[in-house]
Every structure is written in structure tokens, then in C-alpha cells.
């Protein structure tokens, strides 16, 4: 980024004014900071180089953005159909301390799985209009399509994503207890504890990327998890008596923790009856660069 003149300053002040909800839009369209984050500077580098005056600079990179990540999504298409086992998003950590800064529902790995299965138009129509509240108008200038398939792309995608927003609500402060609970009974290899804790129709998803030990396919169901869970305890205990750390992943109470290959995160996802509805666990390492010290 070329240092700034005073004649430039006021292009900065508009530009990092939207860096927030700009990084906010490229991570729900990308499931990867680091590329919400290349993409949210190639929006910079073409706001430097706009040869005419910009009237509504938060819908001008807003559009740039979204059709930065739309050719981010294209480009990516065959490499995400190969990707070796589940894919799951690059876990975006806060600290127990700190204020959530989204909806929790709006970041959760279960929205953002739901969001990986729609079209790169669907997706981009979905997020501009029913998080972000821009109007089918502006989607559509965003995106150069005309408002009438813009508003049959928001009803299509909205149908496919109802069901990954949680009907209820769980305070951190009990999933939490879910999560310590959760590691308590791994640790110990109490499986009826365990069998407890989770919903009959739980889902676990481990993304190793081909680079770790992880399972290839997504385990559903209670009995699949516990048939996996036992496996790691009799493989390699270690995996959960490694130190760990308690965080929140994705609005969901979570885990880093450091196993002799190297670290990993663990999301839970609660369910409204006190148990858990899903777990996901990141050991791909091209995720895990960005975690906290």
C-alpha cells in the first residue's frame, strides 16, 4: 500500500471505513480470512486506481468486493470439487474476554457449510441482501444482473439455508459447560458420558485437507461419532489430553489445542436440549496459520 498524501487522505478514510464490513462479506463469501483478506486489498488497489470521482463509495466497494470474490469463487471451483475429505471454513477465533463482534448464527460453521452449497451468484445475493440489507436494486447493480433473477436467487438460496440458522438459543456460559464436558469425557474415554452429550442426529467433520490424519468423510450420527472417537482413544490417546485453550470458533464454544503434529481447533455446536449437535474439528495446517498465541 503506497504511503498516503494529503490530497489521498480522504480516499483512506473512506476505504477503511468500510474495511470491516468489507472483510465481513469476503470471509462469509470465501470461508478463508486469508483470502477475505487478499481480496479485501485488491478492493484497495482498484479504490487507488478509480480514475473518476466515486459518489457512494460504501456501494462502490461493496460491488468491487463482491465481484472480487464471485471471480475468487470461478476460479476455485475445481480445486474445491478435489479438496481430499470435509472442507470446513478457516476457524475465525475470538477470545472468551471479547464481545462477539457478528451474530453468532452469521458465522457459525453451520451456516457457512450451508452457504459452500449454493452457487457463487446465490451465495453473493444471499449475503448482500439478507445479512448486509442491501436492496434487491443495489444487489443487482452489484452483481450486474437484472433485480428480477437477483430476487429468484435470494428465494432459492434462502430456501437451501433455512435450515442451518438456529431456532434456539444456548448462552455461552452453557456451551461452554457442553464443551468442557465434551473434553472431560474424551479425555477419560467415558463413552457413556459421551453418548450423553450428544444428539442421536450429530454430525462431525474433520478437515485435514490431505495433510493430516483426518476422516475423509463426514460422520453422522451418534453411534458413527462414538465409533470414531473410541478409535482415536485406543490409536492415540494424546489427541485429547493435549493442552488445550477454550475459545469461541465461529460463535460456537471452541478449543485450541496442541497435539504432537501440530495444533488444532474444535468447534461445538450446541443444541437447544443440552447436548451437541455438532463438532468440527480443523487440522488442515493452511487454516491454523492465523491462530492467537
Not at 263 to 272: N, R, S, Y
Amino acid at each position: 500500500m503506497r504511503e498516503p498524501t494529503v490530497d489521498q487522505t480522504p480516499d483512506i478514510e473512506a476505504f477503511e471505513a468500510q474495511r470491516p464490513r468489507l472483510m465481513r462479506l469476503a470471509y462469509r463469501m470465501l470461508g478463508s480470512l486469508a483470502e477475505a483478506e487478499d481480496t479485501v486489498q485488491d478492493a484497495w488497489l482498484r479504490w487507488t486506481r478509480a480514475r473518476e470521482p466515486v459518489a457512494d463509495p460504501a456501494a462502490w466497494l461493496v460491488r468491487t468486493t463482491s465481484r472480487l470474490c464471485l471471480d475468487r469463487l470461478r476460479a476455485a471451483k475445481v480445486q474445491r470439487e478435489a479438496y481430499r475429505g470435509p472442507w470446513l471454513p478457516e476457524p475465525l477465533i475470538e477470545e472468551l474476554s471479547a464481545d462477539p463482534v457478528e451474530r453468532a448464527e452469521d458465522v457459525s460453521v453451520a451456516f457457512l457449510l450451508a452457504l459452500e452449497r449454493l452457487s457463487p451468484l446465490e451465495r453473493a445475493v444471499f449475503l448482500l441482501h439478507d445479512v448486509f440489507d442491501e436492496d434487491y436494486a443495489a444487489v443487482a447493480a452489484a452483481l450486474g444482473r437484472a433485480e428480477p433473477a437477483v430476487r429468484q436467487l435470494a428465494a432459492r438460496a434462502r430456501a437451501h439455508v433455512a435450515e442451518a440458522r438456529p431456532r434456539f438459543s444456548v448462552s455461552q456460559e452453557a456451551a461452554a459447560r457442553l464443551a468442557t464436558a465434551f473434553m472431560e469425557a474424551a479425555t477419560k474415554g467415558d463413552v457413556k458420558a459421551l453418548r450423553g452429550l450428544l444428539t442421536e442426529d450429530a454430525v462431525m467433520l474433520t478437515d485435514g485437507g490431505g495433510k493430516r490424519k483426518a476422516s475423509l468423510r463426514p460422520l453422522i450420527g451418534r453411534e458413527d461419532i462414538l465409533t470414531l472417537l473410541q478409535g482415536l482413544a485406543w490409536r492415540n490417546a494424546e489427541v485429547w489430553s493435549a493442552q488445550f485453550r477454550a475459545v469461541r470458533i465461529n460463535g460456537y464454544p471452541g478449543l485450541i489445542l496442541e497435539a504432537s503434529d501440530g495444533p488444532m481447533t474444535v468447534a461445538f455446536e450446541p443444541a437447544g436440549d443440552g447436548r451437541l449437535a455438532g463438532i468440527y474439528m480443523v487440522r488442515n495446517p493452511d487454516k491454523l496459520g492465523r491462530l492467537p498465541g
